[in-house]
């Protein structure tokens, strides 16, 4: 790229990448192929290239493609216009379009789950596998068990006394690194004013920042079974 913006030469790979034949790409200039909303970042990596020839400067930004949708490209430049031999700025250019596509998707995947984990009515609660941290609680699991994130972050269920029958947790533990999880466990667990409620846990292993997590959703089926005995006690007379 000559120091007035224009390519003095573009590689026959671009033509893979932007869909132009290179001798198209060669006349036009970088503001009529780069969006207008990534000019700014382009023109600072520039100005540092140009300031700094002892650097390479890395930007990442969209390029129109002959079918007029956007490109997502990184290049890598370096500024040789001091060299009489070169006498210009060397951009590397790659395609991140699939990079950026998957980040995307994982984002709104995040945000997804965000909003169920906010906004489940159940108890939901992601702890660390190996010692039973909580790392995090919804505020479904504060309304169902009085706890809130104070009382849970960086302690664990044993510390919180939240299993009326430990058991119950060895047995969960159990299915959880058998299986990876563990659906439908009937137990009580004792509210933070000490009552008891019943609860159908359901948990499985996931992995955060690589770290293996137990992600549990409980529903409070106390006043359920309430119902279903006392119906049972009608039946019977």
């Known amino acids: 790229i000559d120091a007035d913006g224009s390519q003095r030469y573009v590689s026959p790979a671009a033509e893979r990448i932007t869909g132009f034949p290179v001798a198209e790409l060669e006349r036009r200039t ?3 192929l780069i969006h207008p909303d990534d000019m700014n970042d382009v ?7 140009v300031e700094h020839p002892e650097k390479t400067v890395t930007v990442q930004y969209r390029h129109i493609h002959k079918t007029r949708e956007w490109v997502f490209s990184e290049a890598i430049a370096q500024s040789f ?3 009489s031999s070169i006498n210009g700025v060397i951009a590397s250019v790659r395609d991140i379009t699939d990079h950026k596509q998957a980040e995307e998707r994982l984002r709104e995947s995040e945000e997804k789950f965000s909003l169920t984990f906010a906004s489940s009515p159940d108890a939901v609660n ?3 596998l190996d010692d039973g941290i909580y790392v995090d609680i919804n505020e479904g699991f504060t309304l169902t068990t009085g706890f809130t994130r104070d009382d849970a972050i960086g302690k664990t269920s044993i510390e919180l006394g939240i299993w009326h029958d430990p058991a119950d947790r060895q047995q969960l533990v159990q299915g959880l690194r058998e299986n990876g999880f563990f659906e439908n466990l009937e137990t009580q667990f004792r509210r933070k004013d000490g009552s008891l409620l019943t609860g159908l846990m359901s948990a499985r292993i ?6 293996p997590h137990i992600i549990s959703i409980t529903r409070d089926i106390t006043e359920r079974i309430k119902h279903e005995k006392e119906q049972l006690k009608i039946e019977k007379l």
């Open 43 to 49: 023109q600072a990596a520039w100005k540092e290239a």
């Open 126 to 128: 992601i702890n660390r």
């Open 81 to 83: 216009l001091d060299e």
């Open 206 to 211: 996931i992995s955060l920042k690589g770290v």
């Open 30 to 32: 970088l503001d009529s």
